[in-house]
């Protein structure tokens, strides 16, 4: 095992600047219901998953970055205990902070964006829920009905919440990375959720007026998101994700190339562009921006790179086109990659010595030359084990110095 030269920060940002640090970097991704357990293995205080009535329940975990899959933004104790580099401070959600309302009469449980969502109890044996999308309310919405529906206000005090006074102390106070997300639902991402997945597609072939116009809608409260929360407390982050965007299925993208060059891609573009702006004009021109795509994004990576693109996650290692050696292969030049630790297979059902391989697999592909932030490839879920979340950062440990010798 090597030796610590740099503080976390540094070390995050060497990688994310494409250059060589100390030891690959490390950040975590971890649902609620996991996280509970998480703490509970590290013998750390207690925390709650309780996220459609957070605010009025002790030690509960409070929403993070996206309501629907109740991500779990991340004591620092955790980090401390992991030696982890990033520490995630995500947006509240513009709805009084709360998250998901429960409704009672049908127990169903409303999203910022007023998505209804049931909550339903994992099959695996493994404990925990998750919510699955009811009712999409824009199914039959016209162009008109755009107008008339109760969108998320980012004006709202509570989007904000104390991450004007967090964000500067976490910066000052402590050694590692600043992460933020404020968009909390995206274009083409809340568009599926809003119009339905098998709509939204109709209507990308025979009614691309009101996908404009949706995908208009979408691009503002984002963009407004975005300025507020960057105005706020954007000279202090190091990295700045964009609300999630999934392109791809496990095999193949979602629409082809030239209908996302045509329809997604100019409101990615000027997301970029803007966002970017904001950043420079706040004096934080060393802060990158990352975007989030599941699946095989691999054909539409030129045009988001192209278009400002700085990091990628969650680096799912898929077989088919987007596999990360190829990623890294051919763009690895330009971006930085953040995840690539399979939560599909690897974590939840191999062995700690599986976990391992793959670790030291993934950090021989994507850390030479800097450019690689190990992590899982998406949240983690209570299937996945304490004995093989340490086997993952234990192998951080053991092949992530540089020189790298694998």
Same mark, same amino acid.
């Given at each position: ?34 996280? !509970? ?199 202090? =982050? ?36 803007? !966002?970017?702006?904001? =950043? ?46 190829? =990623? ?79």
């Amino acid at each position: 095992m090597g030796k610590k030269t740099m503080t976390s920060r540094e070390r995050v940002k060497k990688a994310i600047h494409l250059q060589e640090p100390d030891r690959v970097p490390r950040d975590i991704w971890i649902t609620q219901d996991s996280y !509970v357990a998480l703490r509970r293995e590290l013998g750390l205080s207690p925390k709650v998953s309780k996220p459609w009535d957070w605010q009025n329940t002790p030690n509960a975990i409070r929403t993070g970055s996206t309501t629907w899959s109740t991500d779990a933004p991340v004591d620092l104790d955790v980090i401390e205990k992991l030696d982890l580099d990033i520490i995630r401070v995500p947006s509240y959600p513009p709805n009084g902070g709360r998250g998901f309302v429960h409704r009672p009469e049908d127990d169903l449980y409303i999203d910022e964006w007023g998505v209804p969502h049931h909550r339903a109890e994992f099959e695996t044996g493994y404990g925990g829920a998750h919510f699955e999308i009811r009712i999409y309310p824009l199914a039959e919405a016209t162009i008109k009905d755009l107008d008339d529906y109760p969108w998320p206000d980012p004006k709202d005090p509570s989007f904000l919440g104390d991450l004007p006074e967090l964000i500067p102390r976490i910066k000052r106070e402590t050694p590692y990375a600043v992460l933020s997300q404020f968009g909390r639902g995206g274009i083409y991402e809340q568009a599926k959720y809003l119009r339905g997945f098998e709509q939204i597609f109709i209507d990308m072939a025979i009614d691309q007026e009101f996908v404009h116009a949706l995908f208009a809608k979408l691009l503002d409260i984002e963009l407004e998101m975005n300025r507020i929360g960057i105005q706020a407390v954007g000279k202090h =982050l190091d990295i700045l994700r964009l609300s999630p965007e999934d392109l791809g299925t496990q095999t193949s993208t979602l629409v082809s190339p030239q209908i996302h060059e045509d329809l997604v891609r100019p409101y990615y573009k000027r997301r970029f562009h803007e !966002v970017r702006r904001m =950043l420079d004009d706040v004096g934080n021109r060393e802060c990158k921006i990352m975007y989030h795509s599941c699946g095989a994004a691999y054909p539409m990576m030129p045009g988001l790179i192209e278009d400002g693109m700085e990091i990628f996650d969650p680096l799912q290692p898929v077989e088919v086109i987007s596999e990360p050696w190829r =990623l890294k292969k051919d763009f690895g030049s330009k971006i930085a990659f953040l995840g690539g630790i399979n939560v599909q297979s690897t974590l939840p059902r191999g062995t700690p010595e599986d976990v391992r391989a793959e670790v030291r697999q993934r950090i021989k592909e994507m850390a030479p030359g800097g450019g690689y932030i190990l992590s899982p490839a998406h949240r983690m879920l209570p299937d996945i084990s304490f004995r093989n979340i340490k086997a993952m950062y234990d192998a951080g440990d053991e092949f992530g110095y540089y020189p790298l010798n694998l």
